[in-house]
């Protein structure tokens, strides 16, 4: 960047932080705010998440403006027509929809104040509303919507009262959800239902259903968010075609987006898509298109997403839907390395940015293309594809700074602060890190002025990466610390809302936590003080994943440790960081510790996917036990001697990363296994266990086992005789085949409490939620039926004891098809999960079930020990002695008894 552009940037800084500074300073932030959701009003759906809402070159930060405020009903606009009231609110409506929200919320004030019509001055007071949320005034925004609801309040019964305080109760849930109330919303969205019905407005009932169902999901209810939306499919299905049944079942696929649903989010965007070329309506048709584009690339069909946007492109008549189709377009050629492609295309981005006018929308777009080449050119290494070349770093700058003052003069806190916190990151790819301190202090400030702390914490993380930078270790620490704290206070409305954020939280989320923990064991000799804070990190992005696995914050997790239950078992936390694996031990009663092995991620992740490949009893023995050699030396050789002066006889492991697709069962140490010197155990996390440690109850069990080929998966011969060796041993309820259904299973596990529930069938893991299932005669059973199935046994206080999944399977080719089987585990509330990695031969798997079931009536043996017991018994058999056939078996959860 040469010294003249550098000199602009950082005037225009100056001048702009003297009036920042000088601005009374609104309330303090809400614990958990900023929520992108749009809402019903009117006639026309924007409810949860629109088109338009998505980000345009998809990333978490960079969150599209709600859409604008629906137009008044025909009734209303025919009794209101004319004036200058109607001329200030259809200019706003205008304002709104180019992005100018400050200037749209003046002209909607004006309407209200100068009001003399009750009605139309709600409707105007409950759009000043919706503009100050949108710009992050909850003062401003409370009180506008308690002045619309006093106006209704005083205001007779009648059909167009109730339809005008339905639009204001949606307001006012929105409101609610965008300050982190969840709750409140539903009900105030409930409300809203009620009254639609009461003014026979069908497609405001349908809105408002699908704001419920956005709520509650919000507060971690899927299944009830689920059958709300169901009652919408059902109730469109009756509806005859029109444009209104068109945005009904747009907003509806774009909910089902937000929740991860995608082939269900593909089916209504398609029949959206469809309906409105039916009825000739193109120009929704295409807006609707753009969303489907959206959901193609989150499902992964690049191809198919490229070619969406590409229609998109040429469709449209509007420039701002193409721009966004071209950067997403843009942004996906670089993920998907179409190094040429995206070069070719960046010029014509470039130049229709720069003819953009001011708006918050093409603000946004700026800092999206910017993130978009920043984001690859940073895991990009070969020098010729590093996109930040493509450009000149002056005219990237440029291009952020002459945003920062667009928004400055749109007064938009939100847009200013995502305009300087990326050019913070412009100046710290360029290593001037001093510029890119003060830029993130700017946005950070901003971001704070204006209750946006979902994107608050981007700006600690840029500023602790500038003290590091800078050699300011403490200033670093205190930064990333303060990060960590914004995100666990938005991360469930974050994670239950944006999609964007589910499925780019490996890179905006996820770094975060890493980058604490390196810096807090970056020490040679860390304070216990760093070491407690490093664990606590560590389990908070354990929770973090699971709940970006769930689509929402449906995770319990206790407020203490609970690994000082166990006197003989100690705890080890391995974690892949870019230039080492650090490992923290907690062992009962004794200060935390840790060591390191220094080495690339790169390094670390290649030899652990070679290990899971030499598991194969195909591949050469010699290989197998050096790579397990390997590992060993990282995870358990430094801690030898610690472990056996406290007499530890448990090993309990919360792994991370890639750790969790091998056994740890089958690390060597140049002599022994692990499993011939340890107990083994898995848990998600120890602060996720919950109550789970109580006392045992007698040896009972429901078995249902899959013995024939079934949906595509080849006969289990071996699961009769391993149901049939389980149950001389245990009382025991066993149902084969086509008795194994879902309703059957329903119905014995509501009928009798085992403690125990065995399941002999395949299914498999996976890092996609709709992709873990188990499998019974009739259907598939996923993780949602699976929590519906076993619902009852927690309301009524008697969860699974142990869950048996012995035949399962992670997905082939997904490094993070773990996250399934603790997300089986948790989500089925048992208090301990046997399950397998891969699926084992039947003969081995019957034996070692029998031999488990059989050390398990001995009630002084815990389940740790019986399982270990199980499997050198397997180890044993010269037939079965490879770790593929005993290593695999883990248990998840609840060690003891």
């Known amino acids: 960047m040469n010294r003249q552009t550098r000199r602009n940037v950082l005037v225009h800084l100056q001048r702009w932080w003297q009036q920042c500074t000088s601005v009374p300073q609104r309330r303090q932030p809400m614990a958990l705010v900023a929520l992108m959701l749009v809402v019903v009003v009117g006639v026309t759906i924007r409810p949860a998440v629109s088109a338009n809402a998505l980000p ?114 949606n307001v006012q849930g929105r409101l609610s959800l965008k300050k982190g109330q969840p709750e409140t919303a539903w009900e105030i969205w409930e409300q809203a239902e009620t009254t639609y019905e009461r003014s026979n407005d069908w497609l405001g009932k349908v809105g408002a259903q699908i704001n419920q169902a956005q709520a509650l999901q919000t507060m971690g209810l899927y299944r009830r968010a689920s059958l709300k939306l169901e009652e919408v499919v059902d109730d469109l299905q009756d509806q005859p075609d029109s444009a209104l049944k068109a945005i009904a079942l747009e907003s509806l696929g774009n909910v089902f987006q937000t929740a991860g649903s995608l082939e269900q989010s593909r089916q209504y965007l398609n029949e959206s898509i469809a309906l409105s070329e039916r009825i000739g309506d193109q120009a929704a048709a295409t807006a609707t298109l753009f969303s489907l584009a959206n959901t193609l690339r989150l499902i992964g069909d690049t191809e198919a997403a490229i070619q969406t946007y590409e229609r998109v492109e040429a469709q449209s008549l509007r420039a701002p839907l193409q721009l966004k189709a071209q950067i997403n377009r843009f942004s996906l050629l670089l993920s998907d390395q179409q190094w040429q492609a995206a070069q070719n295309l960046l010029p014509n981005v470039y130049n229709q940015l720069k003819s953009l006018p001011a708006s918050r929308e093409s603000i946004y777009s700026r800092v999206n293309l910017v993130e978009s080449l920043l984001s690859n050119s940073e895991t990009g290494s070969n020098a010729a594809h590093q996109p930040m070349s493509w450009l000149p770093v002056d005219k990237i700058a ?21 305009a300087l916190g990326e050019l913070s990151k412009v100046y710290g790819h360029i290593e001037q890190w001093t510029d890119s301190q003060v830029l993130s202090q700017s946005a950070l400030q901003l971001a704070q002025v204006g209750n946006a702390q979902d994107i608050a914490y981007r700006w600690q993380q840029q500023l602790g990466k500038a003290y590091y930078a800078q050699s300011n270790l403490d200033a670093a620490i205190t930064s990333y610390t303060e990060a960590v704290e914004t995100l666990n206070q938005v991360r469930r409305d974050l994670l239950a809302t944006n999609s964007d954020v589910q499925y780019s939280f490996k890179k905006t989320v996820e770094p975060v936590y890493r980058e604490l923990v390196h810096l807090l064991l970056l020490p040679d000799a860390p304070t216990q003080k760093s070491l407690l804070q490093a664990r606590e990190a560590i389990e908070a992005l354990q929770l973090a994943e699971l709940e970006n696995y769930f689509k929402s914050a449906c995770i319990d997790s206790s407020a203490e440790y609970i690994d000082r239950l166990d006197s003989e078992a100690a705890v080890l936390y391995p974690i892949v960081l870019s230039d080492r694996v650090e490992v923290v031990l907690s062992l009962p009663d004794l200060s935390l510790q840790h060591y390191r092995t220094w080495q690339t991620e790169e390094t670390t ?132 085949d086509e008795d194994f259904t879902k309703a059957n299973l329903s119905h014995e596990i509501d009928r009798v409490p085992f403690p125990i529930l065995h399941l002999a069938t395949h299914g498999q893991f996976s890092s996609d939620r709709e992709k873990t299932f188990l499998l019974a005669w009739d259907q598939r059973i996923t993780l949602s039926d699976l929590d519906d199935l076993l619902r009852s046994r927690r309301q009524q206080s008697e969860p699974i004891e142990l869950m048996v999944l012995s035949a399962c399977q992670t997905a082939e080719g997904d490094d993070r098809a773990a996250l399934g089987l603790a997300g089986m585990a948790l989500r089925s509330g048992a208090r301990s999960t046997l399950a397998t990695l891969w699926a084992v031969n039947d003969e081995s798997t019957a034996a070692l079930m029998a031999e488990f079931y059989q050390f398990l009536e001995d009630t002084d043996l815990s389940k740790a020990e019986a399982l270990r017991l199980a499997q050198i018994k397997i180890l044993q058999n010269p037939k079965f002695s490879h770790p593929y056939y005993w290593s695999p078996f883990v248990l998840i959860g609840n060690w003891l008894s």
């Not at 025909?74 to 706003?92: F, P, T």
């Not at 004030?109 to 019509?117: P, W, Y």
């Not at 001055?121 to 000043?128: G, K």
């Not at 609801?149 to 109760?169: F, G, I, K, T, Y």
């Open 398 to 418: 440029t291009l952020l700074s002459e945003s920062a003052q667009q928004a400055e003069s749109l007064q938009d806190t939100r847009a200013q602060s995502l």
């Open 56 to 169: 345009e070159s998809h990333h978490a930060s960079l969150s599209q403006p709600s859409e604008p405020p629906p137009q008044q009903s025909q009734q209303s606009q025919q009794q209101y027509a004319g004036g200058n009231v109607s001329s200030l609110l259809s200019q706003g409506h205008q304002l709104y929809q180019i992005g100018k929200l400050s200037d749209a919320l003046s002209h909607w004030r004006q309407a209200a104040e100068s009001d003399n019509q009750p009605l139309r001055q709600a409707l105007s007071w409950s759009y000043v509303s919706l503009a100050a949320q949108d710009l992050g005034d909850w003062q401003q925004a409370d009180s506008a919507i308690a002045r619309s609801l006093s106006l209704l309040a005083d205001h007779p019964e009648s059909e167009e009262a109730n339809h005008m305080r339905a639009q204001v109760l």
């Open 605 to 736: 992740n290649q030899t652990i996917g070679e290990l899971f490949q030499y598991l194969n009893p195909a591949l050469s023995t010699r290989k197998r036990l050096g790579l397990s050699r390997q590992v060993y030396d990282w995870v358990v050789a430094p801690a030898e001697a610690v472990l056996n002066k406290n007499n530890i006889k448990t090993l309990v492991f919360v792994l991370d990363g890639r750790f969790r697709s091998i056994p740890m069962a089958a690390l060597y140490d140049g002599e022994k296994y692990l499993l011939q010197k340890y107990n083994i155990a898995l848990t998600p996390g120890l602060k996720l266990l919950g109550p789970h440690f109580q006392n045992p109850k007698p040896l009972a069990a429901l078995m249902l086992g899959i013995t024939e080929a079934r949906d595509g998966f080849s006969a289990l011969p071996g699961v009769k005789s391993e149901l049939e060796q389980i149950s001389a041993r245990v009382n025991a309820e066993v149902l084969f």
